[in-house]
Structures are given as C-alpha cells and as structure tokens.
C-alpha cells in the first residue's frame, strides 16, 4: 500500500463552523473553482455561476451553512482569517443585492434561493458530499467542475486520485498503528518525535511548534469565546448556551480581566473529581457552541468534534501541570498523527461513516495524546486510543434539523471525558495483554461504517433527526 503524506497541519485546520465536511470543505472548493477560473478563463469574462448541492449537502446544507460557505468561497474569502462577525452583514448584503462579487473582482448577478440549488434525491458516486460548480462565460462556453468534501475539510476534485499526493518522502511513512509502533520500537522515539521528525520534511521544527502553538492558541480563544458569550445558538432551534451560566457557576460568579486570569481563578479553586469533570464539559460545549455559532474553530479532525482535543487539552494544562509550550506540541503532534492513522485506514466523515468517525476518532487523538503526555509508552498510548474509538463504535450522526446543535454539542462533552477515562485504563493497564488493538478497531469501525443505513450519516434522515421532527422550514 503506497504512504500518503499527511501534515498535522492537515488535520489541524483553522476555519469557521459548523461543519469541516459541509461547510469548511464546500468553502475550500469555492475557492479552488475560482482560482480555476481566473487562471484558465479570466474572471472578467465570467458571466454566471451555478451550484449544484447533491446528497448530505442538500440535506443539512442550510443547517450546516453550506449555502454560506459557497457564496463565501466565490467571494474569494480565507476561512482561516475573515473576521466571523462580518459574515452575516456580507450574506444579507448578497442576497439583498442579488449580486456577488467573485473573487473580489468580477460581479455578477447571483440568487443564492436559485442559483444554489439543493438536489436532496441525487447522489453523486464518489462520496455522499459532492457538489458541483457551473459557470458560463460572455463568449458563450460554459463549464463544470465537480468535487468532493470528503472530510475534515479535506477537498478532493473529480478524477483525482485521493488527495493530491504531496511530493515529499517521509523518514517514518505511517499508514497503520502497527507502521507507527514499528518505527516508535526501531528508533526509541516517543509518538510525537516520531511526528515532528516527519513534520521536518516540510517545514523546520521552529515553524512547526510555532503552528500547532497557533493552533493552541485559537482553541483556547474559542473556549474562552464560548464560555463568555450567552444567548441562543443561530438556527431556530432555540439552543440555551450552556457554557456562559457553567462557566459562571463554577467561578461562583466572578468576573476577570484576562483569559489568563480566568484560567488561574480555575485552576486555584480547586481540583475534585466533580470540580474537573464539570469544567472538561465545560470547555467541550463552548467550543462546539462557537461553531454553531459560526465562530472561528480548529478542526480536530472536523468541526462537529472540534471540542473534544481543546477541552481535554485545557484539562491537562490547568489539571495536570501541563502549561509548556513544548508539551502542549508534543499533545498536539501525537493526537495529530493518530488522526491521520484513523483517515488512512477508514474515515473522519460523518457522511461516509455517522459521528462514530468524528467524535469517535477525536476521542481517539485526544486519549493517545494525554496518555503520553502523562507519560505513558508508546503503546499504552495506542492501547487508549483504542479503548476510545471502541466505545464509539456505531455512533450515528442525525443532527436533529440538520444543525450541528443536537445532539452534537453534548457529544463532545462525552468525547473528552471518554477519552480522559480511557487514558487512565490505559495508563493503569499492561497493553501486551490487550485483546484489540488499535488497527483493529480502525477496519472494525470502517466496516461499520459500510454497514450503516445511509439515514444515519449526516442526512438528518434518521434517529434523534427524526425522533424530533423538526423541520429548518419550522423553526
């Protein structure tokens, strides 16, 4: 099996919410579709543009803002540095005008009620998330580009092969957990240098714990976000945030000056179990209640499980003295690679394998990461990410209104005290003995996935989607 090449920066991604599969990725092929434009046709004789949703995209693109993120992507838009409180204020101003302004350069005349148009019976072939991309030109030809979210905001185009090969040679190619313990056993390096020394081919080291420290940084902004932000969740859903009045509670009402100060006040009331445990779900919903908010997340490995990695992550920095610089790129180099072995081996989309492979896999990361972190072996580490992804298996994705809001939020909250839980097992356990390992739950779960009714991947179609039959239309 040939090795695909891919960064932690791959799986680390900054962007906006609430959907890497159906917002961030749709957003990307924006992008890519206009770049193909201006270099091969030019913007200025760009005439109209159509978009075609098919399949999940359709069915939860309004809850998910694929709509937006489209019209986004076309605008020439970055995902990683609009200013999210803009992106309402553009929307209206589209939609009012009835005109876009593609690229930041040629305007044209754009509907979005019809030139997005929703294709709910159609599927196209290759992945649930496709979409395609139709422009016409004043000298008359017209074209269309098709491409694929396939996850974690990862884009593939129509005839690629996968993801465009990057053309670097790795010191220590990984596709499986078995690759990576070979190379962890042969050299004597600990999960996360085996990571970086992969991560050199691209990049010296300084850039690279400069990123994921980037990467750190925005998670913890996103967290303090949604710990002080209150109101109802977008959508029409009537979402309470959560994580303002925890947050307050916990804190007996305090207010503080700084973020820093703030995780000072945490850390000095106090360290029970309960006190802990409160304030990991804590972390866990303002992350995902930034998301559905449309507020700047870190995919990790996706949007609708970008609270799992943050909150397990503050918890071993405020609980468990890990506030270092080093340690926290050492917690996010691990977990990245572990990601990357799940996407290898099976899925990060909930469309082509239900939420089992987004908060399932995120588990995953976050347990091998904090088990290493606390100074477990290598396959200790392996062995928790393991015991995570296992009691996950078959879990659904059925957003209920096709808004990553419920169940999801709440999942990302048993994501992280999952995986703190299977970190202690692990740490407490001998993995030699172990009945399964971590390769083995990844064909378990990808087989899984196979057998899933498509009704609950990311369609809204079945489960708590419809339990709660609570239409967009409706709210």
Known sequence: MPHEAISAFDIFKIGVGPSSSHTLGPWKAALRFVDHIEANYGLNNLESVTVLLYGSLAKTGKGHGTDVAVILGLCGENPETIPVDSINEKINTITNKNQLVVGGKKAIAFSPSSDIQLLYSESLPYHPNGMSFL??????????ETYYSIGGGFVVKEGEEGLAAKPVQLPFPVNTANDLLHWCMTTGFAINEVVMENENVWRNEDETKSGMLRIWHTMTDCIYRGCHSKGELPGGLHVRRRAFDLNKKLLNGSAYNSQQEWL?????????????????????????????SFGRVVTAPTNGAAGVIPAVLQYFVIFCDGNDDDKIVRFLLTAAEIGSIFKKGATISAAMGGCQAEIGVSSAMAAAALTESLGGTQKQALMAAEIAMEHHLGLTCDPVAGLVQVPCIERNTMGAIKAITASQLALQSAPDYAKVSLDNVITTMWNTALDMNSKYKETADGGLAVAIPISLSEC
């Open 135 to 144: 422009a016409s030109f004043t000298s008359g030809e017209q074209i269309s």
């Open 264 to 292: 000072d006040a945490i850390k000095a009331k106090g360290s029970n179990f309960q006190y802990i445990l409160d304030w990991v779900s804590c972390f866990a919903l303002a992350v995902n209640e930034e998301n559905a």
